[in-house]
């Protein structure tokens, strides 16, 4: 990377990218499965894939042929390998709506229902995921952006970004920014000149 020193010689908008994520919407339902008796620990029982984003999480748990205590709060919610919930649930046959949760969720996130420990002797575990996007788009840098706003590398995000005649900036001329801003509307910087006024900034040149 080479940098140098630029000003901005008209006003130039670039225009807001387009999220890849999905806008809020309907919920999408899991795939559930039905554990086979006494499953082992970690037997994932629901799963559904998630773009990146904000999303509410509903779940019911189910025990059915057998229980025993150790099978009370024995069902985990999680996003990839990090546990974001813990079922309410006793012992018993039986099915159990759980509280659901709001989070955020990373580009590629897998959510899953899970036993946590081992289950009792032929107890059969099964669950119902709902996932449904609270908002569209990424707030933490790990979605894409598409569009005008949002060469490869430099992301103009979710707003438009307006940049001012007779703004100074250091710029790569090969980087994504350069490219964004437009070389017809940059030029470089002058030395003696460049500090007293020009464009928009000059009232901040002698300060």
Known sequence: MTLGRYIVTADTTIPAGTSSSPASGPATTGTSTTSSATPGAGTTVAT??????????????????????????????????????????PGTIGTYPQQAVTTYLGAGATVTVQNIAAGSAG?????????????????????????????????????????LQGTPLWLDPAGDLFAAIGAGNLRAWIDGTDGVSHGHWGCLGNL
Do not use: C, E, H, R
């Open 48 to 89: 559904q894939a998630a773009s990146a984003g904000t999303f509410l999480l509903s779940w019911t748990v189910t025990l059915a042929t057998a229980a025993a205590a150790g099978d009370a709060g024995n069902f985990g919610l999680y996003a990839g390998s990090v546990l974001l919930a813990t079922s309410v649930n």
């Open 123 to 163: 107890a059969v575990y099964s669950a119902v995921l709902s996932v449904t996007p609270l908002t569209a788009g990424d707030v933490k840098g790990s979605v894409a952006w598409d569009g005008a706003g949002s060469p490869a590398g430099w992301t103009g995000g979710g707003f438009a970004v307006k940049f």
